[in-house]
């Protein structure tokens, strides 16, 4: 099945530092779609991205998606406390079949 | 704040018992969607209903079973429970269309515990 991998499973960064994760697929993505999750909550939907090399930002947060569509990441610049929580990207295959990245965990250092 | 409501949030049960979950959309979206979310794997589809029809089935024990009335509400009966079946269950919604998806809105979930 469809196989989605996230890396890095934690990032400690202190505030201020920028932070950056990466969902890789060895077959073509469809949609990729970021969410987050804070601590105890449940996942919210930060982005959607389509085409292939699309780039899209957020304030502080870009989002792109690699030209080959296997690849997408999230970097946030200077981050803050407040972007404490797991990142998650997920593919959207067949129109409403999600396959989830297992997800990086951020914690931030004030 | 996300228009999807679960219930109950907490519950803990035998493995002899039958229990069921609750899910309730107010978003109008036609889809919806069953995750299990545990520890150590990540955010595993189980179900999907798209107008009320399942449409998505992805292996799972048939000691769980879905039931979705109306495209506002869906259920997950729970019977004969396993301990590695503790976990945050998580129920979404989301218009589709065609071959492009929208986004999902999940809802708070619910912190299972088979004991």
């Known amino acids: 099945g469809q196989q989605v991998m996230q890396i890095p499973q934690y990032q400690h960064v202190q505030e201020g530092e920028d932070f950056t994760t990466y969902c890789n697929s060895s077959?073509?993505?469809?949609?990729i779609q970021w969410y987050k999750q804070r601590p105890g909550g449940h996942p919210v939907f930060l982005i959607q991205l389509v085409k292939s090399g699309e780039v899209k930002k957020q304030k502080r947060l870009t989002f792109q998606f690699g030209e080959a569509k296997k690849n997408s990441s999230l970097h946030i610049t200077a981050t803050q406390t407040t972007d404490v929580g797991t990142y998650f990207c997920a593919d959207l295959y067949n129109f409403n079949k999600f396959y989830f990245g297992s997800g990086t965990k951020l914690n931030v250092k004030p | 704040e996300t228009g999807v409501t679960q219930t109950p949030r907490h519950l803990v049960m035998g493995m002899t018992n039958k229990k069921s979950l609750k899910c309730e959309q107010h978003?109008?979206?036609?889809?919806m969607y069953w995750y299990k979310q545990s520890a150590k794997k990540p955010l595993e589809l189980m179900f999907v209903?798209?107008?009320?029809?399942?449409?998505e089935n992805n292996s799972v024990p048939s000691r769980f079973s879905p039931e979705c009335p109306n495209s506002s509400h869906l259920f997950l009966h729970l019977h004969t429970l396993q301990p590695e079946d503790s976990a945050l269950y998580l129920c979404?919604?989301?218009?589709?269309?065609?071959?492009?998806?929208?986004?999902?809105?999940f809802g708070p979930g619910t912190r299972l515990t088979v004991t």
């Open positions: 209903y798209n107008f009320k029809e399942q449409t």
């Open positions: 978003l109008g979206h036609n889809a």
């Open positions: 979404a919604s989301s218009y589709t269309a065609g071959t492009g998806g929208y986004e999902q809105y």
């Open positions: 077959t073509t993505l469809s949609n």
